[in-house]
């Protein structure tokens, strides 16, 4: 009789922490999934041409602002720095007798950080989904 009742009491305290355990890792794993989802959002729209419209340039923001909040230390301070150049080469085009080698300087350093950032994200998101690691270089449009 004693036996069984420490059998019992066994069981239901494993069955308690089988519950625990595992409402945990769903848990983790849900926020796993939505970061990674969020940052595939982002990948997907880093990844067109800036064209500077008022709706072009909100999901940008939001794009960035993703970033920020679910990226890694690294990809926050290129998210960071390629918005501030998107932003300046747009300031760029709007003026009327801009110089053509800040120009074309702003225009390098937003398609590097671009690269970058992309490439980051790419290698980052590849890992949290267990793909193979790729060393292709970036091939996008635009």
């Not at 949290?128 to 790729?134: A, F, H």
């Given at each position: 009789m004693k036996t069984e009742f420490i059998a019992l009491g066994s069981a239901l305290f494993l069955a308690f922490v089988g519950y625990f355990v595992s409402r945990a890792l769903s848990v983790r794993e849900k926020k796993r999934?939505?970061?990674?989802?969020?940052?595939?959002?982002?990948?997907?729209?880093?990844?067109?041409?800036?064209e500077g419209s008022k709706e072009y340039t909100q999901a940008f923001c939001n794009a960035i602002f993703t970033i920020q909040l679910f990226g890694t230390e690294k990809q926050i301070e290129l998210a960071i720095e390629y918005a501030k150049m998107a932003f300046a080469l747009a300031e760029f085009k709007r003026m009327t007798a801009p110089d053509p080698a800040s120009?074309?300087?702003?225009?390098?350093?937003?398609?590097?950080?671009?690269?970058?950032?992309?490439?980051?994200?790419?290698?980052?998101?590849?890992?949290?989904?267990?793909?193979?690691?790729?060393?292709q270089e970036m091939f996008y449009i635009g």
């Open positions: 999934e939505m970061i990674v989802n969020y940052l595939i959002d982002a990948y997907e729209f880093i990844g067109k041409p800036f120009v074309q300087r702003t225009i390098d350093s937003v398609q590097q950080l671009n690269r970058e950032l992309l490439l980051n994200l790419r290698n980052h998101l590849r890992k949290e989904l267990s793909l193979k690691e790729c060393k």
